[in-house]
Nanobody
Framework: QVQLVESGGGLVQAGGSLRLSCAAS????????MGWHRQTPGNQRELVAT???????DYADSVKGRFTISRDNVKNTVYLQMNSLKPEDTAVYYC?????????????????WGQGTQVTVSS
């Protein structure tokens, strides 16, 4: 299978910045879309940003102009640069990726999630 490991969360004051990273590992053949979601207690997980293998990106309205998603296809890593952070950005951020992985000569689809990283923005 494919594992995703996130890093970069933490505590920051309002107006500050953080950069999240998520590295995919395993017998990866290809990765299609990669993205970031976030979740607060009692609420559903919501999409923050996605990026295709070709570099096309999409954002939730609440983060447009403040967050930037990017990826390194050689390192199988996706990043989320978060600027002008607000207290309402506080959440656990999860990385997601889908694509194909290999077992011997066979290819399988995967849709994997990271373990989550806490982002806390103080006012």
């Amino acid at each position: 299978q494919v594992q995703l490991v996130e890093s970069g969360g933490g505590l920051v004051q309002a107006g500050g910045s953080l950069r999240l990273s998520c590295a995919a590992s395993g017998s990866i053949v290809s990765i299609n879309a990669m993205g970031w979601h976030r979740q607060t207690p009692g609420n559903q997980r919501e999409l923050v940003a996605t990026i295709t293998s070709g570099g096309s990106s999409d954002y939730a309205d609440s983060v447009k102009g403040r967050f930037t998603i990017s990826r390194d296809n050689v390192k199988n890593t996706v990043y989320l640069q978060m600027n002008s952070l607000k207290p309402e950005d506080t959440a656990v951020y999860y990385c997601n990726a889908n694509g194909q992985y290999r077992v011997l000569t066979l290819w399988f689809d995967f849709d994997s999630w990271g373990q989550g990283t806490q982002v806390t923005v103080s006012s």
